[in-house]
Every structure is written in C-alpha cells, then in structure tokens.
Nanobody, 115 residues
Framework: VQLVESGGGLVQPGGSLRLSCAASGFTFSIYAMSWYRQAPGKERELVATITRFGGNTNYADSVKGRFTISRDNAKNMVFLQMNDLKPEDTAVYYC?????????WGQGTQVTVSS
C-alpha cells in the first residue's frame, strides 16, 4: 500500500490550495477515503471523507463550507480543495482509507497558512 500526498505549501489567509493523493497497492474504488491532518503538538484529526463512488461526503465542522473532497477512481486519486484557508488550518495533511484499513501512512504534505 502506498499513499503519496502532494500540493501543500505556504499560502496567505483567505487563499486556496488543492491537495492530491495518489493511492496504489489496493483496490482503491472499494474503500471510502479520507483526509486527515495533524498540527504541531496536536493529535491527528479527521478532516473529510468521501464514499466509494463519491456519492456522499462528510466534513469536520471546522472546515465545512470551505473544503471539498473528491475522488477519481479511474486514476486512484483523492483530492482536497481548500478555500478560505485560515491559520488554524496549518498542519500536515494525509490521505488514508476512512477505517485506516492498512495501518500505514504516507509522508503527508505540509500546509502552512500565514501572512
């Protein structure tokens, strides 16, 4: 199983970023997928989830209305569009299956929101 996140960076408050995650080593289309994040000194938290075929999504209250999760099963990829970013969104972002089925994580991608 391999999960490779990309698309992070430094952005000013109010800005946008689009994160990507390339998955391999498992049958991507049968798993609900999620984005998680971990800020310095805090536990990893669930940010957004999308069902197997993208029919349903769920978001943490802190990002609802600002973030959008999507997936492309043909390419084994999941995305996170992040708009109106706030300093409190600063964290390392990871993708994984919703139920953490494989017990491994990618390297994550750093998102820093600062003026």
């Amino acid at each position: 199983v391999q999960l490779v996140e990309s698309g992070g960076g430094l952005v000013q408050p109010g800005g946008s970023l689009r994160l990507s995650c390339a998955a391999s080593g498992f049958t991507f289309s049968i798993y609900a997928m999620s984005w998680y994040r971990q800020a310095p000194g805090k536990e990893r938290e669930l940010v957004a989830t999308i069902t197997r075929f993208g029919g349903n999504t769920n978001y943490a209250d802190s990002v609802k209305g600002r973030f959008t999760i999507s997936r492309d099963n043909a390419k084994n990829m999941v995305f996170l569009q992040m708009n109106d970013l706030k300093p409190e969104d600063t964290a390392v972002y990871y993708c994984n299956t919703y139920r953490l089925d494989f017990g491994s994580w990618g390297q994550g991608t750093q998102v820093t929101v600062s003026s």
